[in-house]
């Protein structure tokens, strides 16, 4: 599981409007946007086209690698990383039932604890006062929400990449940061036969036809009975013990794959610092060797964006009636867009990774679609 992070932070914007004098403000928005936004850093991504046909080629060499993130189960009502650790905490907190969901909901939103912590504190917890193991009780809570028969064109065509016509596999291979077994479940309800292995731990033999799923932060099936080897990867002992074993599986599948393939990001972001520590380390090992990774992104809500922009600017007391009759919104709200894509699209390139802009996740699976069928 992965923490999904893709907007911008409005009160970054709060705080950056309070530095400015009025003055300030009114020389911002009476520039030439053109000028200003030729001024931003060059973008650092590439057209829809190119990326298309660079990622149709590697899918034809079989070197396409897909890298899943916790958008990929959204639509089988898998519980967010918010909701997952609610849910956990109830049953740390020594009270009725009825109100220790009410406790820890109240907790979760006023104090908002780093993922890090709780996922610690949750370890802890479970370890020396539950009978029942840490893996058992958040699979238990991962699934008591899923809806597995819940449609998605996303994971239908992420099935059928899964097996090309004539030929499968040709995906190199598949990396999850989920901990749920909902792409298994969905191979396994086709009328395909797609051989693919779950990969988990140490000692787990792939054949040569079968297409490997690697479960790189832990595995969680619903019905198989769990051992040592379903260790999932949830607080900060265990991104500790990832950091000090660079040797370990699950780092070294991830820097081999992101060295040597071309990996495309679904319902992932960038921002798990391991993750993004690992890039790193592949993007150094592959001297001249400069394949690009890619990533879906969604576009930021132009009319969200307005609403928060007027509200910011209505709580800023140095503007008055005059300068804001004055202010031109198209022009202020293009260039912020600019400013938050061209951000983004230069964090994702220093690890070479292009972004895929989309104005609706419901591109995504017309795009894999594209992908799947540049070789029938």
């Known amino acids: 599981m992965s923490f999904e992070i893709n907007n911008i932070t409005i009160n970054t914007f709060n705080k950056r409007l309070k530095n400015y004098s009025s003055n300030d403000l009114k020389n911002l928005f009476e520039k030439n946007y053109s000028i200003l936004i030729n001024q931003l850093p060059e973008s650092k991504t590439i057209t829809r086209r190119q990326s298309l046909e660079n990622l149709k080629k590697a899918y034809k060499n079989e070197s396409l690698v897909l890298v899943l993130g916790a958008g990929v189960s959204i639509d089988f009502k898998v519980p967010s990383w918010s909701v997952l650790l609610q849910n956990l905490m109830v049953h740390t907190i020594e009270k009725e039932k009825k109100d220790s969901e009410v406790i820890s909901k109240l907790f979760n939103d006023i104090f908002k604890p780093s993922p890090l912590i709780a996922g610690r ?5 479970f370890s020396n006062n539950d009978k029942t193991s840490f893996e058992t009780m958040v699979r238990k809570v991962l699934y ?4 597995k028969n819940n449609p998605s064109n996303q994971m239908d065509e992420i099935v059928k990449l899964c097996a090309a016509p004539g030929k499968s596999p040709n995906l190199d291979s598949i990396i999850t940061y989920n901990f749920d077994d909902i792409l298994e479940y969905n191979l396994d309800k086709t009328n395909m036969d797609i051989p693919y292995k779950s990969v988990f731990g140490l000692g787990i033999d792939i054949k040569n036809n079968e297409l490997p799923i690697f479960h790189v932060h832990g595995f969680l099936p619903e019905n198989k009975k769990l051992s040592k080897s379903n260790q999932i990867t949830f607080g900060e002992n265990n991104y500790h013990q990832q950091y000090s074993d660079i040797y370990s599986w699950n ?9 040597d393939n071309t990996c495309l990001f679904i319902g992932s972001s960038l921002t ?3 993750i993004r520590r690992l890039l790193d380390i592949a993007l150094k090992q592959k001297g001249n060797k400069r394949k690009h990774h890619y990533i879906f992104k969604k576009r930021f809500n132009i009319a969200k964006l307005e609403r928060e922009l007027i509200e910011a600017l209505k709580s800023q ?3 008055d009636e005059k300068l804001k009759s004055n202010l031109n919104f198209d022009d202020v709200l293009k260039y912020l867009n600019e400013v938050y894509e061209r951000f983004e699209e230069n964090d994702s390139a220093s690890f070479g990774v292009k972004t ?3 104005d609706d996740w419901s591109e995504v699976p017309k ?3 594209q992908i799947r069928e540049s070789i029938a």
């Open 317 to 319: 007391e140095i503007l």
């Open 356 to 358: 895929i802009w989309v």
């Open 272 to 274: 798990d610092p391991n």
């Open 144 to 147: 008591s929400t899923a809806k």
């Open 121 to 125: 504190y949750l370890q802890n917890y």
């Open 251 to 259: 780092n070294i599948i991830q820097i081999n794959k992101f060295r």
């Open 367 to 369: 795009i894999l679609k």
